[in-house]
């Protein structure tokens, strides 16, 4: 059995495990970031928004000098929804997602985790262009971690069969 340290790599792989880790992101992170695409444009009234997650994304711009940048973000999430007119076109229950918008997400855990310099310049070049592209940060306070854990490795075929 060895006993392992939790240290702040480990703390910031727990936040991003916890909002990138599933599927979709969590309901609230959905709810927020349906929210504000909601003040940007008229959603209708059932848009039925559905999220996914897709790990470690590439993001490239090109800053207004030309010089080219990339963000490697810990996460995309992408939500899509049924516009107001699919809503109107068929039954509710049934409209069709043809509407979508891309949150690039850095996760960042802890009191004092902001996003680094270069990050923050690629995500002011992606947040300026008009392509439902939506830089974001979501930051991840964890409460009572412990300072570490056990792990008991154990090797198939030499521990057990």
């Given at each position: 059995m060895a006993r392992i340290e939790i240290d702040s790599n480990t703390k910031g792989a727990i936040g991003e495990s916890l909002v990138l880790g599933n599927r979709a992101p969590p309901e609230p992170?959905?709810?927020?970031?349906?929210?504000?695409?909601?003040?940007?444009?008229d959603v209708g009234e059932n848009?039925?928004?559905?999220?996914?997650?897709?790990?470690?994304?590439?993001?490239n711009a090109t800053g207004?000098?030309?010089?080219k940048m990339v963000w490697n973000a810990d996460g995309r999430?992408?939500?899509?929804?049924?516009?107001?007119?699919?809503?109107?076109?068929?039954?509710?229950?049934?409209?069709?997602?043809?509407?979508?918008a891309v949150f690039p997400v850095d996760v960042k855990t802890g009191p004092h985790a902001k996003l680094e310099r270069n990050q923050r310049e690629v995500a002011r070049v992606i947040?300026?262009?008009?392509?439902?592209?939506?830089?974001?940060?979501?930051g991840v306070t964890i409460d009572e971690l412990p300072e570490a854990f056990d792990a008991d490795t154990r090797i198939f075929g030499r521990d057990f069969d």
């Amino acid at each position: 059995m060895a006993r392992i340290e939790i240290d702040s790599n480990t703390k910031g792989a727990i936040g991003e495990s916890l909002v990138l880790g599933n599927r979709a992101p969590p309901e609230p992170i959905v709810d927020e970031l349906f929210g504000y695409l909601s003040g940007l444009e008229d959603v209708g009234e059932n848009p039925r928004p559905t999220a996914r997650v897709r790990r470690n994304v590439y993001f490239n711009a090109t800053g207004e000098d030309g010089e080219k940048m990339v963000w490697n973000a810990d996460g995309r999430i992408t939500i899509s929804w049924a516009s107001k007119d699919a809503q109107q076109e068929v039954d509710h229950d049934f409209a069709h997602h043809d509407e979508e918008a891309v949150f690039p997400v850095d996760v960042k855990t802890g009191p004092h985790a902001k996003l680094e310099r270069n990050q923050r310049e690629v995500a002011r070049v992606i947040a300026r262009t008009p392509n439902n592209v939506f830089p974001t940060m979501i930051g991840v306070t964890i409460d009572e971690l412990p300072e570490a854990f056990d792990a008991d490795t154990r090797i198939f075929g030499r521990d057990f069969d």
